[in-house]
């Protein structure tokens, strides 16, 4: 780059402002725009890809990842990273199901007291004792998941929700769209509110960013290492919450893997897994690209479950590097 | 909050705690070890010792690939995948024997790992995410080659790997050895394993010191999942039979798990293979402890965890000088 600034330095590094700050933008939005681009391609190819129906579809089968994946983006923002909310998150749906009993109160408070309790106890033992996050939400991911095959006699058992309140939570819509979804979009919206306009969320970013320099500018690093814990906590218990209420029952087999979606989303949307950059926008666009592919793939219906699964890793791998060499070029 | 700063500088060595610090995970191998001996039946039998070591192999020489891995601040989430693939090809080419039949599967590791290595070193994809994109698409892959179909293998030679000894040490388990042994001269005696620890210390630094850091990476993720393979094919020879809808399934957790016990760092920049060899033999003496005494699947996952937590616990005092 340096060897063609010979006689005019001027204009070159004007066209080399221009292309950093459209490569800043694509690395921002590069998941919306090939979001937009598959949505687009999606329409011309199947007709029953630009239905009402099948957009609310992807919107409700987005809505508890994307729950999730707002609760990861704070964890990762830190330079941390949460494998334990597969777990979590049927341990929600499980909770949710027993406390249905109670009617809506207890469908909701049982697994969000329960699963704020478990990220609370990871969160001590990242920022309190200085363990390693991926250990720590490791051992989550393994004992949490025995929780839930202790709570159903081994998995053997799947409590069911009763309750017509509960189960409206969950399969109760408004101009066609699960309430699950508003709750998610809610979720976004408060999370992004919390992390561009508080102090506690410019906090997140500053300890991603550099730890020791927060540190030194007096910020409380090990709290808010914590609370991103507990926030992924509850967020994890709320969408298995949902998805029970959705299903209207807690299996305790739901997600296995979903901690893998999760970050994926969270990564593909533009925030670094070494924390301190990143936005729950980006988040949304991840987890519909995620959705939409998925959904892509089930339009052609012919093809059988291992030729899905080539095309969705191959897909992912293709978005990640197109992501991954737009960022690059900023990066120089 | 300065704390974790000036614990650093304490000398830790000489002191119990730093002694449980630097040894954790062997400490709780023969901890673990003295309960069996007092409170399990039959634990102490040479019967029981060669099980327990013929079901840590494949474990353990994923761990090693991953080892590797995660010293250069990497991980890889594929290698399930890829001990699936090794499965599924050996149906295709078992005819020719064991020997051609080991290479091909080798060989089928080695392209994936190249492509894991390829996304990582020269695009510069996050290990997590490239690899994860690699584990889903590999899985399928194996389903296609096998037409989802399970079958048996009966080669003989290929089955010798899984059932029979030399000397009463059963041969999968020479075969873990030899590559324990390998593994660790190549980290500690050449300078490849010191170039790759470089990296994992900082890729940066790295760069700047003119290593090939690119071309070291690529070789890294190759020889992580040709072991992956390799752990495959003893898979197979072991159950008698290709099954890639289910071999290897969340072997990367574990063996993230047993590298990590075993005190290697996942922020990169050192490899500990005995201690690596420790962290699996410590995860199946936990998991066969639990087992002979009847503890239900769901509180030996709790059990598992608690003690996991525990041994890192202990050891964190060494992470943190990082």
Redesign the interface.
Same mark, same amino acid.
């Given at each position: 780059m340096t060897t063609t600034l010979e006689p005019a330095a001027g204009p070159t590094t004007d066209a080399q402002a221009t292309r950093e700050r459209i490569a800043s933008l694509l690395q921002s939005y590069g998941a919306a725009i090939v979001l937009v681009i598959l949505l687009v391609l999606g329409s011309i190819a199947f007709p029953t890809f630009a239905t009402g129906s099948n957009f609310a579809n992807v919107l409700t089968q987005s809505s508890f990842l994307l729950i999730v994946g707002a609760g990861m983006t704070f964890v990762i923002l830190t330079g941390g990273i949460d494998l334990s909310v597969g777990s979590v998150f049927a341990l929600g749906g499980v909770l949710a199901a027993f406390g249905s009993t109670y009617g809506i109160v207890g469908a909701l408070l049982f697994p969000l007291i329960v699963c704020g309790a478990i990220g609370a106890v990871q969160g001590l033992?990242v920022a309190y $004792?200085?363990?390693?996050p991926?250990?720590?939400t490791? $051992?989550?991911?393994?004992?949490v998941?025995?929780?839930?095959?202790?709570a159903t006699d081994?998995?053997s058992t799947t409590p069911l929700i009763s309750d017509p309140a509960v189960v409206n939570l969950g399969q109760g819509a408004v101009f066609g769209i699960h309430w699950p979804v508003f709750i998610a979009i809610v979720v976004v919206v408060v999370g992004s509110v919390l992390l561009a306009r508080t102090r506690g969320g410019q906090s997140v970013l500053a300890v991603g960013g550099s730890e020791s320099a927060s540190?030194l500018m007096g910020l409380?690093? $090990?709290r808010v290492k914590f609370s991103v814990y507990v926030v992924s906590g509850l967020c994890a218990g709320l969408a298995g919450a949902l998805n029970a209420a959705y299903s209207s029952s807690g299996v305790p087999t739901v997600g296995v893997g979903l901690e893998?979606n999760a970050?994926?989303a969270v990564?593909?949307g533009g925030t670094l897994?070494v924390g301190g950059r990143g936005n729950l926008v980006g988040t949304v666009a991840g987890v519909l690209l995620l959705s939409v592919i998925q959904n892509l793939i089930n339009q052609v219906g012919s093809l059988?479950?291992?030729?899905? $699964?080539?095309?969705?890793?191959?897909f992912?791998?293709i978005v990640?590097?197109i992501q991954?060499?737009l960022s690059?070029t900023q990066r120089l | 909050?300065?704390q974790?700063t000036v614990s650093v500088s304490v000398p830790t060595r000489g002191s119990v705690l730093g002694l449980f610090q630097k040894y954790g995970v062997y400490i709780a191998i023969v901890l673990l070890l003295a309960y069996n001996l007092f409170f399990t039946p039959n634990f102490f039998a040479v019967d029981n010792f060669r099980t327990q070591f013929v079901q840590v192999v494949p474990v353990l020489i994923v761990a090693l690939g991953m080892a590797l891995v995660i010293g250069t601040e990497g991980i890889d &989430?594929s290698v399930g995948a890829v001990m699936a693939l090794a499965a599924a090809v050996i149906p295709l080419y078992v005819g020719y024997g064991l020997v051609p039949t080991l290479l091909i599967a080798i060989l089928v590791g080695a392209v994936i790992g190249a492509v894991n290595g390829s996304?990582v070193a020269f695009?510069?994809?996050?290990p997590?995410?490239?690899t =994860?994109?690699?584990?889903?698409?590999?899985?399928? &892959?194996? &389903?296609?080659v096998a037409n989802?179909q399970l079958k048996s293998v009966t080669d003989p030679g290929v089955l010798s790997l899984g059932r029979d000894s030399v000397l009463g040490v059963p041969i999968s388990v020479i075969i873990a050895a030899v590559l324990v042994g390998g593994v660790a001269i190549l980290v500690n005696r050449t300078t490849f394993g010191k170039q790759l620890i470089a990296i994992g210390g900082s890729r940066r630094a790295a760069e700047l010191s003119g290593l090939p850091v690119k071309r070291i990476l690529l070789l890294v993720y190759v020889l992580c999942a040709a072991l992956a393979a390799v752990a495959g094919v003893i898979g197979t020879a072991r159950l008698g039979a290709s099954v890639p809808s289910t071999l290897g399934n969340l072997i990367e =957790?574990s063996a993230?798990?047993a590298v990590?016990v075993g005190g290697t760092? =996942?922020?990169g920049g050192q490899v500990k293979v005995l201690g690596t060899l420790a962290g699996a033999l410590l995860l199946q003496f936990i998991s066969a402890t639990l087992i002979k005494h009847n503890v239900?699947?769901?509180?030996?996952?709790?059990?598992?965890?608690?003690i996991? &937590?525990l041994a890192?616990?202990i050891q964190?005092g060494k992470?943190?000088v990082k």
């Open positions: 033992l $004792a200085g363990m390693a991926f250990i720590v490791l $051992a989550g991911l393994l004992g998941r025995g929780l839930v095959l202790a081994g998995g540190t409380p690093v $090990a893998l970050i994926s990564v593909i897994l059988n479950s291992s030729v899905q $699964a080539v095309v969705s890793g191959a992912l791998a990640v590097i991954t060499v690059r | 909050m300065t974790a &989430l996304m695009i510069g994809v996050q997590i995410v490239a =994860l994109s690699v584990m889903v698409a590999g899985r399928g &892959l194996a &389903l296609l989802e =957790l993230i798990t990590v760092p =996942l922020s239900p699947d769901a509180y030996s996952q709790i059990a598992q965890a608690i996991i &937590l890192v616990y964190r992470a943190r």
